[in-house]
């Protein structure tokens, strides 16, 4: 598939309509600012409140890379030292929502402060529950 075919398939990300997906845009708007607002003199980890609002942080799950599995306060922990050290800005690709599931396809784009950029392809796997609570992050990343 030439990359203009698969650009063709694009979501476009103001005909989201599915409550989830919608969810989920708030979610990715939030970590894009409050990583701008981490390299701020005085942030702290009360700064990632407004995400952790969106969650269920007694049920949450991360799992990631090479399958670790992390709780909300250890998520929190690596998104502090991610956030405050990191440029981070994400081309939006494709979003699916199935039930109490949406399916996120992003290009991220990471500069350590310092480092070299890295650009990974992702799928994320959203699931909520029966509240509306973000309960459980499933990512999966495509290095070159």
Request: charged content about 30%; aromatic content about 12%; glycine content about 8%.
């Amino acid at each position: 598939m030439t990359s203009q075919a698969s650009a063709a398939t694009w979501t476009d990300r103001e005909a989201v309509t599915g409550e989830y997906a919608k969810k989920v845009l708030a979610y990715t708007d939030c970590i894009k600012r409050t990583v701008e607002k981490a390299k701020e003199p005085g942030f702290a980890e009360s700064g990632w409140d407004e995400l952790a609002a969106m969650l269920d942080t007694d049920k949450f799950r991360r799992v990631g890379n090479d399958k670790a599995g992390m709780g909300w306060d250890v998520y929190r922990g690596l998104l502090m030292m991610w956030g405050t050290t990191t440029d981070f800005w994400a081309e939006f690709h494709r979003i699916s929502e199935v039930g109490n599931r949406v399916y996120l396809e992003l290009t991220e784009h990471n500069h350590p402060r310092g480092g070299d950029e890295t650009v990974v392809n992702s799928c994320t796997v959203y699931q909520f529950d029966d509240a509306g609570k973000l309960v459980h992050l499933d990512i999966y990343l495509q290095h070159e």
